[in-house]
């Protein structure tokens, strides 16, 4: 038996961040989910067919006094969720997981969805940066050209202090 898009989904996310290993990332489950549609409803984005998700992305709005911390290595991606004020008026936005069944790859998925969230959080934020802590090359390079699209600086956390 084959598995659906959900477990397909689920595999990978575990596969990439191994997020069970590091206390440090954010685990996302039902709460911080719910937490960041509360942050802003453009936070968390999917595409779908008929068997289920095939790509989702997340994204942390925030200040830029957080976004320095984390990228300095003051807090962890968990205290930069946890620190991220609600109802705050953010500045910059975390690039925070973008993953895509490996059949939907190089179509554009995750470009298409991440754009299409950062421009709905900058229509009620005054977003000025966008950062990420990228885990792959492909992360990296995506990230950068996410940030040339919407026209807007790109601040990446390097892997080892």
């Not at 990978?12 to 069970?20: M, N, R, S, T």
């Not at 992305?57 to 290595?73: A, S, V």
Request: a negative charge; glycine letters at 4%.
């Amino acid at each position: 038996m084959s598995k659906n898009n959900f477990e397909e989904m689920i595999q990978l996310a575990e596969d990439v961040f191994a997020v069970k290993n590091d206390p440090s990332q954010l685990d996302v489950n039902e709460d911080v989910i719910a937490r960041l549609m509360q942050l802003h409803s453009a936070t968390v984005s999917e595409k779908e067919d008929e068997g289920g998700p095939v790509a989702w992305i997340l994204l942390i709005p925030t200040t830029l006094e957080l976004m320095n911390q984390f990228l300095q290595y003051e807090i962890s991606e968990k205290e930069l969720f946890e620190m991220t004020p609600m109802h705050g008026e953010y500045e910059a936005i975390y690039l925070c997981s973008a993953l895509v069944l490996e059949r939907y790859r190089r179509q554009g998925v995750a470009q298409t969805l991440a754009i299409n969230a950062i421009e709905n959080i900058k229509k009620s934020h005054p977003i000025k940066a966008l950062f990420v802590w990228a885990f792959s090359f492909e992360g990296a390079r995506r990230s950068k050209a996410i940030a040339q699209e919407v026209a807007m600086p790109l601040f990446e956390r390097i892997h080892s202090k």
